[in-house]
């Protein structure tokens, strides 16, 4: 069950009940990448496999990284055959791939088995006086989204499905094998050849598919599995408040990302239809409880949009709600995207004033790096791209096929 009920924004359409492809697609193998190493254990003990077979298969799967059973020789040959047959790991299909100018950030656009299209980014950071080198990979949770923020593509493609945990999991997986295979050599001369980080800031909003993303939390993070500690993990939510305070109760320490975008609810109600359901007040409500019991720190996500939220007078009333919560955590200012539609990013002027005011009034903040504008690495924009490329391709042939049809009637005729 999810936490929450969407909150369907003028341009977030639902699909109709029972439309092909609506729900998660349903096949008799089952996916060994939605399984816990305690829901692999049972899955192969109902097999009649000793204990010590769960090890092996993780193993074989997140540490050998295969994905092919036939090539899993830690395992008896009846077994491997029992597998090709009753379970999988595939992950989905790359229908295209973009690179930044940098080779820095990496852009890929999965087709899952439905046939529906998410996006998947790798971003590279050397070590900075924050810390070590970073391959963090960026995750989508669902297929579109039903939270309609304005400034985001996917949100104006309204929502479509949740991803299983096992499709989660499988986009992490994709980036762990190309990394072991092509490891990245950062300018500090240090070699990264895994994936460090995780951010649930892909397609969709996670806590809306929350027990598919905590399961999926959960798998990476498992010693048996790619071991990815839950302090390197962020969760972005537009601040859906019950699903907030149900994290901060669960035992995982991951980080928490709120997607503010504006100090007061009117100015937010403009370009976050979700406010109307969860104020400000609330959400912040629900961050001190998250940090109280996680003991982690919360990031406030700020997209900084020309003209309409990027006011000095705005980055007073920002310092001023934040001030009070400065123990909290600190604020990420983000321009957002040049290629994105309808808005464009602040000057660099401008850009600076706001920091300078926030951090006048208290407030810890920081300027992200843009990334990947070149491969149009916000989340949605290379969906979206494809897809009316394909719409275009396809009207263009439904009319070529017309105009065929016409001309064999003609010729029929005659
Ligand atoms: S910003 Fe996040 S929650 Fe808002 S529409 Fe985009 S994917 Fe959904």
């Given at each position: 069950?999810?936490?929450?009920?969407?909150?369907?924004s003028?341009?977030?359409?639902?699909?109709?009940a029972?439309?092909?492809g609506?729900?998660?697609?349903?096949?008799d193998q089952?996916?060994?990448?939605?399984?816990?190493?305690?829901e692999l254990?049972?899955?192969?003990s109902?097999?009649?496999?000793?204990?010590?077979?769960?090890?092996?298969?993780?193993?074989?799967?997140?540490?050998?990284?295969?994905?092919?059973?036939?090539?899993m020789?830690?395992?008896?040959?009846?077994?491997?055959e029992?597998l090709a047959h009753?379970?999988?790991?595939?992950?989905p299909?790359v229908?295209?791939?973009?690179?930044?100018?940098d080779v820095?950030?990496?852009?890929?656009?999965l087709?899952?088995?439905?046939?529906?299209?998410?996006?998947t980014?790798?971003m590279?950071?050397?070590?900075?006086?924050?810390?070590?080198?970073?391959?963090t990979?960026?995750?989508?949770?669902?297929?579109?989204?039903?939270y309609?923020?304005?400034?985001?593509?996917?949100?104006q493609m309204?929502?479509?499905?949740?991803?299983t945990?096992?499709e989660?999991?499988?986009?992490?997986?994709?980036?762990?094998?190309?990394?072991?295979?092509?490891?990245?050599?950062?300018p500090?001369?240090?070699?990264?050849?895994?994936?460090?980080n995780l951010v649930?800031?892909?397609?969709g909003?996670?806590?809306?598919?929350?027990?598919n993303?905590?399961?999926?939390?959960?798998?990476?993070?498992m010693?048996?599995?790619?071991?990815i500690?839950a302090?390197?993990m962020?969760v972005?939510?537009v601040?859906?408040?019950?699903?907030?305070?149900r994290?901060?109760?669960?035992?995982?320490?991951?980080?928490?990302a709120?997607?503010?975008?504006a100090?007061?609810d009117?100015l937010?109600?403009?370009?976050?239809?979700?406010?109307?359901?969860y104020?400000?007040?609330?959400v912040?409500?629900a961050c001190q409880?998250y940090?109280?019991r996680?003991?982690?720190?919360?990031t406030?996500?700020?997209?900084?949009?020309a003209g309409?939220?990027?006011?000095?007078?705005?980055?007073?009333e920002l310092?001023a709600?934040?001030?009070p919560?400065?123990?909290?955590?600190h604020?990420?200012?983000i321009?957002?995207?040049?290629?994105?539609a309808?808005?464009?990013?602040?000057?660099?002027?401008?850009?600076?004033?706001?920091?300078?005011?926030l951090?006048?009034?208290?407030?810890?903040n920081?300027?992200?790096?843009?990334?990947g504008?070149d491969i149009?690495?916000?989340?949605?924009q290379?969906r979206t791209r494809v897809?009316?490329?394909r719409g275009?391709?396809?009207s263009?042939?439904k009319?070529?096929?017309?105009?065929?049809?016409q001309?064999?009637q003609?010729?029929?005729?005659?």
């Open positions: 069950m999810p936490t929450d009920l969407p909150i369907p003028a341009n977030a359409s639902l699909p109709p029972g439309e092909i609506s729900e998660t697609p349903v096949t089952t996916d060994l990448l939605g399984l816990t190493a305690a254990g049972a899955w192969l109902e097999r009649g496999q000793p204990a010590y077979r769960a090890r092996q298969l993780a193993g074989a799967i997140y540490h050998t990284l295969t994905s092919d059973f036939a090539a020789s830690t395992l008896p040959a009846a077994l491997r029992r009753e379970a999988r790991i595939t992950g299909t229908r295209a791939e973009v690179i930044s100018k820095r950030t990496r852009k890929l656009l087709e899952l088995s439905d046939g529906r299209l998410i996006e980014v790798l590279l950071y050397p070590a900075s006086a924050e810390g070590r080198a970073r391959a990979v960026c995750v989508s949770t669902q297929v579109g989204c039903a309609g923020c304005t400034f985001c593509a996917t949100g309204g929502f479509e499905r949740h991803l945990a096992g989660i999991v499988a986009q992490v997986l994709r980036f762990a094998r190309d990394l072991r295979a092509h490891p990245w050599q950062a500090d001369g240090q070699t990264l050849d895994h994936v460090t649930f800031m892909g397609m909003e996670p806590l809306h598919n929350y027990d993303t905590l399961k999926a939390l959960r798998i990476l993070n010693p048996e599995g790619l071991h500690g302090r390197h962020t972005s939510t601040g859906l408040v019950p699903g907030i305070r994290l901060a109760e669960e035992d995982l320490q991951v980080n928490l709120i997607s503010l975008h100090p007061n009117e937010r109600l403009r370009t976050m239809p979700v406010t109307r359901k104020p400000i007040a609330d912040l409500a409880a940090v109280a996680t003991n982690r720190q919360v406030f996500e700020y997209v900084l949009l309409v939220n990027d006011a000095p007078e705005h980055a007073r310092a709600l934040l001030a919560l400065a123990h909290l955590g604020v990420n200012l321009p957002v995207n040049a290629t994105a309808n808005y464009r990013p602040p000057s660099g002027e401008a850009i600076r004033l706001f920091r300078d005011i951090r006048a009034g208290g407030v810890s920081s300027v992200r790096a843009e990334r504008d149009a690495a916000a989340c949605g290379l897809t009316q490329a275009n391709a396809q263009v042939g009319k070529q096929a017309a105009h065929e049809a001309q064999a003609k010729a029929g005729g005659e």
